[in-house]
């Protein structure tokens, strides 16, 4: 595993990743009511980017191609400052609390992301996380992966409403998948959830996966 020097990982830490049109936000909407019928308030969930933090309307202006013109490895370095904010205003305050916190996208969704356009290589990215962020980083227990096609996840993004965001062709999509699977397997807890299912199908799946974490 590539990690950083005071690498911790926190076992009350999971994470979700995957491409656009993945079903990711479908599963951790599912998992949310799930977590409300069996009345567990030591869940929190959260996400990347946050869309309150200082960096967080420079990325929205980019990743909605209001801006544009922005080279790869400066939108991941936005990423990193929102996530260094995130980490200390929020994950690293509810781990200490005892709580389990669920986040969608991490620092893997700058790895893969960040290497689009092949100039910047996802170990350049990782190195900035140990400059940026630091001994501040928290690992996650398990990085769940949703995995599909990116045929079906552009489907399923034209089926939505709202404007695309700059990654969310195919071209794009097929190089991210890419990066997420060669990039993945070299950090501890990384799992693939095949999501190319029902939801319901799906989420059974991921229900068995976090067993042994809850």
């Excluded at 990085?143 to 965001?165: V, W």
Aim: hydrophobic share 35%; proline share 2%; with cysteine.
């Amino acid at each position: 595993m590539a990690g950083l020097l005071n690498e911790k990982i926190n076992k009350n830490f999971i994470v979700f990743e995957g491409i656009d049109g993945s079903g990711k936000g479908t599963q951790i909407n599912l998992l949310k009511e799930y977590f409300l019928k069996n009345k567990r308030e030591d869940i929190v969930f959260t996400f990347e980017h946050t869309r309150d933090g200082q960096w967080s309307q420079k990325i929205e202006d980019i990743v909605s191609g209001k801006v544009k013109g922005v080279i790869s490895e400066k939108i991941q370095l936005l990423y990193i400052l929102d996530r260094k904010d995130h980490i200390h205003n929020f994950i690293s305050p509810n781990l200490k609390k005892e709580k389990k916190v669920f986040c969608d996208r991490y620092f893997l969704s700058t790895l893969a992301y960040g290497s689009l356009d092949g100039k910047t290589h996802w170990k350049t990215l990782w190195n900035y996380h140990k400059e940026i962020i630091g001994d501040e980083m928290v690992m996650p227990l398990k990085i769940f992966f949703f995995d599909i096609d990116p045929d079906l996840a552009i489907s399923r993004i034209e089926q939505r409403d709202g404007k695309k965001t700059i990654f969310e062709n195919k071209e794009s999509l097929k190089k991210i998948r890419e990066a997420y699977l060669s990039i993945g397997p070299h950090f501890d807890g990384f799992e693939i959830i095949d999501g190319s299912g029902t939801p319901k199908d799906v989420f059974d799946l991921l229900k068995s996966k976090l067993a042994d974490c809850l």
